[in-house]
């Protein structure tokens, strides 16, 4: 964020920071044999990109999307069959790592457990 000229774009419960020289979905068009533009491709976009942000807004989105995924991943009437239910179980798992990381970023993590205060 300390560039002068950031680009930024807020995706589904995400924020880029889009640098053409380091953006995984980028990586992925070149791969694929596509065009790449100038700017990011959520569809293309990778937990593991370094020009993804989370801001608190992103944050409260999976918070809630956790929500959703956790009672999905719980429920005896989602169907396995198709694994609906591990498949949310694992994007449960994941968005638990998102929020768990923003937490312990945060300057006042030293001071607050759990995010909440101490």
Request: proline share 5%; with cysteine; glycine share 6%.
């Amino acid at each position: 964020m300390t560039q002068t000229d950031t680009d930024i774009h807020h995706g589904e419960a995400m924020t880029c920071v889009h640098r053409a020289e380091t953006a995984a979905c980028r990586k992925g068009k070149l791969l694929l044999g596509l065009p790449t533009d100038d700017g990011p491709d959520e569809s293309l976009c990778r937990s593991t990109c370094v020009n993804l942000a989370y801001t608190d807004r992103d944050i409260a989105e999976n918070r809630t999307r956790l929500t959703v995924l956790m009672t999905d991943a719980r429920d005896p009437m989602t169907p396995r069959p198709r694994r609906r239910r591990d498949r949310a179980a694992a994007q449960a798992d994941q968005i638990l790592a998102v929020i768990e990381q923003h937490e312990t970023s945060r300057p006042a993590a030293a001071h607050t457990k759990g995010g909440h205060a101490a």
